[in-house]
Nanobody
């Protein structure tokens, strides 16, 4: 009933920029927050950053100062603006959303399928 989908991945040169989008759709009563994770080949999935519906953001130390998360509450969409990209940023980037599907119901975590970001040197 709830679908989360990322888009905007691709190939970019080191030092370049890329903007990812993530949209949540379906039976959504409210979204508490949305987050970005990434997973490089052979490595664990790690948190990139997150944003609450009120606009509060947090970031992993590895991306602070380079990545920016913003959101559009009206569209249930969050963005990840990536700048000064490094080859080590290469990974599949995943989006998730904390969603309540009805009034006073519990909040559940929904994941997208990921989008590939490749940074060449």
């Amino acid at each position: 009933q709830v679908h989360v989908a990322e888009s905007g991945g691709g190939l970019v040169q080191a030092g370049g920029s890329l903007r990812l989008s993530c949209a949540a759709s379906g039976s959504i009563f409210s979204i508490n927050g949305m987050g970005w994770y990434r997973q490089a080949p052979g490595k664990q999935r790690e948190l990139v950053g997150s944003i609450t519906s009120g606009g509060t953001t947090n970031y992993a130390d590895s991306v602070k100062g380079r990545f920016t998360i913003s959101g559009d509450n009206a569209k249930n969409t969050v963005f990840l603006q990536m700048s000064s990209l490094k080859p080590e940023d290469t990974a599949v980037y995943y989006c998730n959303a904390l969603v309540t599907t009805s009034g006073r119901s519990p909040t559940y975590l929904y994941w997208g399928q990921g989008t590939q970001v490749t940074v060449s040197s």
